[in-house]
């Protein structure tokens, strides 16, 4: 069994900055491309960023590119999303998400993962 635990989010001011992580446990991921995606409320989840398992490749939403930064540290079986130059617009809840294994490259599409955490809130006020 695999658990995946965001942790990160809060509230934050236009303009601020947040770094969220992803703990995996139960299995190492090493080996699997991992992802990030949001939900705002009323909304489809979206994709946010993909990184390979060996952190070489990494693949943004068009809209997040320059903002955002995906990264991992497969020795610590973490992953990290650093967000800067926040948004009203990029309130949500965001969801770290794992690739079955073997799986190494990035995907963009959420039937690409089949591990999801619970998700952590971001909200940005204005």
């Known amino acids: 069994q695999v658990q995946l635990v965001e942790s990160g989010g809060g509230l934050v001011q236009a303009g601020g900055s947040l770094r969220l992580s992803c703990a995996a446990s139960g299995r190492t991921f090493s080996r699997n491309a991992m992802g990030w995606f949001r939900q705002a409320p009323g909304k489809e989840r979206e994709f946010v960023a993909s990184i390979s398992w060996g952190g070489d490749t990494t693949y943004y939403a068009d809209s997040l590119k320059g903002r955002f930064t995906i990264s991992r540290d497969n020795a610590k079986n973490t992953m990290y999303l650093q967000m800067n130059s926040l948004k009203p617009e990029d309130t949500g809840v965001y969801y770290c998400?794992?690739?079955?294994?073997?799986?190494?490259?990035?995907?963009?599409?959420?039937?690409?993962?089949?591990?999801w955490g619970q998700g952590t809130q971001v909200t940005v006020s204005s």
């Open positions: 998400a794992g690739r079955p294994r073997g799986h190494s490259s990035v995907t963009s599409t959420t039937m690409g993962y089949n591990y």
